[in-house]
């Protein structure tokens, strides 16, 4: 989920730092072998983007078939989309301003990875994030019959009384479906 989480910054640098031209100073063009060569940080990182969607979609569809009874009974539930706003606005929109032209500036860059994977590991963010919209998930806040609080990933749509499935993903969090075998 952590790096998952990234895919859009991860878009952003590979078009950051594609190399474009194709045409030399003599007026010969690049063979793709070159033009690759050229690119290959932006490959790889949109490499990566298509492995993590994979294994994402690949894990979600696995963890939403668990077998057994369901996990909570839903008291109330209430949605957390303003979580989307708000990681677009703090890690997406500065990252576009961000420089990659040398060294340093891919440093700083790898820094700010660092730190934010630093907040969002000591924090539930790191389920919140555009990539799972993109995936038509949404994230909610989940209170049971006990009163207890979760935060829920999910497609379905839920009612107070609904009796979920699903698997915990962390402290609190789980990736939830609708229970079939509802009484």
């Known amino acids: 989920m952590f790096l998952l989480a990234y895919t859009p910054i991860y878009i952003i640098a590979a078009l950051k730092t594609a190399y474009t031209n194709i045409e030399t100073s003599n007026f010969n063009y690049l063979c793709i072998k070159e033009i690759a060569s050229y690119n290959l940080i932006p490959l790889c990182l949109l490499g990566l983007t298509i492995i993590l969607s994979c294994y994402f979609f690949i894990y979600s569809r696995l963890a939403l078939k668990p077998k057994g009874n369901p996990i909570f009974i839903i008291k109330s539930i209430s949605p957390q989309h303003k979580e989307y706003v708000t990681y677009l606005g703090t890690y997406i929109l500065p990252f576009v301003a961000l420089e990659v032209n040398t060294i340093l ?54 009612l107070p009384g609904d009796r979920p499935k699903g698997l915990k993903l962390g402290d609190k969090t789980f990736i939830i479906s ?6």
């Open 105 to 158: 500036d891919m440093i700083a860059v790898v820094f700010m990875f660092l730190t934010i994977g630093f907040i969002f590991s000591k924090t539930n963010l790191i389920y919140t994030n555009p990539t799972l919209a993109f995936f038509k998930y949404d994230i909610y806040e989940v209170e049971d019959s006990n009163g207890n609080k979760y935060d829920c990933i999910t497609k379905d749509i839920f």
């Open 178 to 183: 609708q229970w079939k075998n509802k009484n």
